[in-house]
């Protein structure tokens, strides 16, 4: 079992900055790969970012260069460096292991590692329980 725990969030003006970090315990089976989505409620989950096992990374549309993922796998920790934050940033962020065969699934050949991440997370992944972000005007 995979247990991964968030921290770093908090409360921001607009364009301000904040660091998530997640500490990831325990292994799963075979190769995963890691990353972050968001929530708010009554919303779609939306796909944030995600760094695969040779550090290639993708991220969600709306992300516009603004955000930066990065691991230290010898520490088991994955980074979030979001900046020029704004108020439709505001969210509860999660952490989250998925295996790399969620890419091969029927529908999701053509996503990205984001966006596979994103659509499995909750049926083929691990994911903690967040840390919230809240961005004011």
């Known amino acids: 079992q995979v247990r991964l725990v968030e921290s770093g969030g908090g409360s921001v003006q607009s364009g301000g900055s904040l660091r998530l970090s997640c500490t990831a315990t325990g292994y799963g089976i075979g190769a995963y790969y890691m990353g972050w989505y968001r929530e708010v409620p009554g919303n779609p989950r939306e796909g944030v970012a995600a760094?695969?096992?040779?550090?290639?990374?993708t991220y969600g549309d709306f992300v516009k260069g603004r955000f930066t993922i990065s691991e230290d796998k010898e520490k088991r920790m994955l980074y979030l460096q979001m900046n020029r934050l704004e108020p439709g940033d505001t969210a509860m962020y999660h952490c989250a292991s998925v295996p790399d065969y969620i890419g091969r699934l029927p529908g999701s050949e053509k996503m990205t590692p984001v966006q596979a991440l994103n659509a499995h997370v909750h049926s083929h992944g691990y994911w903690g329980p967040g840390t919230q972000v809240t961005v004011s005007s």
């Open positions: 760094i695969d096992g040779d550090g290639g990374t």
